[in-house]
T-cell receptor, first 114, second 117 residues
């Protein structure tokens, strides 16, 4: 059974550009969530999607957005990139996002903003 | 507010020995779940073990066991017979079972484990 797949794995962007990251959840999983990991802030929750609807959102500026497609695949977008957006972005999936569901993570996308 | 504390920034353990990684949490909710994840240098977060707040027995998964002390709000991870491949960052995490929380998981700062041959 394939795990959570994230693309691209590594990317370098220039300040002011935008970036789109993709996540394919485990087959059958309908909840997809995104996290940002930095050395200074640790792991922080960005948002969670279920059935193409955002159900929960963390404390990030509006430059961070996401969406989910009918096949549960998800994308997150960061516009007007800042140096501080350099981080590992992790996608996670679970069956429904409810109690008792194990959450599985992908390998992450390493974003460097220069 | 939820909070996860991992007081050991770094730990060393001899190969084949057991090691305990500490985790304490703070929540006012009665229904929640606790997770442990392993993150090697590659970045992938690998699920290790899960404990529900209403589970009466401590969770075990192979060489991993969770020492759950609900009254103390403690969920320590025990790794038995450490292997060189266990060297990684370990994160304790919690999810409250509120309908609005869904998969919003709060992570601790992590503990870096190094296994010495």
């Amino acid at each position: 059974k394939a795990g959570v797949t994230q693309t691209p794995r590594y990317l370098i962007k220039t300040r002011g550009q935008q970036v789109t990251l993709s996540c394919s959840p485990i087959s059958g999983h309908r909840s997809v969530s995104w996290y940002q990991q930095t050395p200074g802030q640790g792991l922080q929750f960005l948002f969670e999607y279920f059935s193409e609807t955002q159900r929960n959102k963390g404390n990030f500026p509006g430059r961070f957005s996401g969406r989910q497609f009918s096949n549960s695949r998800s994308e997150m977008n960061v516009s007007t990139l800042e140096l501080g957006d350099s981080a590992l972005y992790l996608c996670a999936s679970s069956l429904t996002g409810g109690s008792g569901n194990t959450i599985y993570f992908g390998e992450g996308s390493w974003l460097t903003v220069v | 507010a939820q909070k996860i504390t991992q007081t050991q920034p770094g730990m060393f353990v001899q190969e084949k020995e057991a090691v305990t990684l500490d985790c304490t949490y703070d929540t006012s909710d009665q229904s929640y779940g606790l997770f442990w994840y392993k993150q090697p240098s590659s970045g992938e977060m690998i699920f290790l073990i899960y404990q529900g707040s209403y589970d009466e027995q401590n969770a075990t998964e192979g060489r991993y066991s969770l020492n759950f002390q609900k009254a103390r709000k403690s969920a320590n991870l025990v790794i038995s017979a450490s292997q060189l491949g266990d060297s990684a960052m370990y994160f304790c995490a919690m999810r409250e079972y509120l309908k609005t929380s869904y998969d919003k998981v709060i992570f601790g700062p992590g503990t870096s484990l190094s296994v010495i041959p």
